[in-house]
Nanobody
Framework: QVQLVESGGGLVQAGGSLRLSCAAS????????MGWFRQAPGKEREFVAT????????YYEDSVKGRFTISRDNAKNTVYLQMNSPRPEDTAVYYC?????????????????WGQGTQVTVSS
């Protein structure tokens, strides 16, 4: 069992930067593959980025490649999403999610544990 709590959301100007954090409870965080997803108003929740349990591999949705970076600190039970050069179309509620697995997955149904979400608004 793991509980996830996101933080770091807010209002940011296009071209700025923002770092989201997701703190996990429990002692088995290092066994979880983690992901970030987002959901804009009127749209389905979509994949943003994922990272393997040891942080050795990452994968990104095409529109955020080169701008966003997912990372994790297993000693702190925390996964991060560094958002550089955000765009207005990145505005959404961002969720972190966890799954007990060694590989990466981009589908929402693969993740058992979800945070409550944090709002990110990018102004033009």
């Amino acid at each position: 069992q793991v509980q996830l709590v996101e933080s770091g959301g807010g209002l940011v100007q296009a071209g700025g930067s923002l770092r989201l954090s997701c703190a996990a409870s429990g002692r088995t965080f290092s066994g979880y593959a983690m992901g970030w997803f987002r959901q804009a108003p009127g749209k389905e929740r979509e994949f943003v980025a994922t990272i393997t349990p040891n942080g050795g591999s990452t994968y990104y949705e095409d529109s955020v490649k080169g701008r966003f970076t997912i990372s994790r600190d297993n000693a702190k039970n925390t996964v991060y999403l560094q958002m550089n050069s955000p765009r207005p179309e990145d505005t959404a509620v961002y969720y972190c999610a966890g799954r007990i697995a060694s590989g990466m997955d981009m589908t929402t149904t693969a993740y058992r544990y979800w945070g409550q979400g944090t709002q990110v608004t990018v102004s033009s």
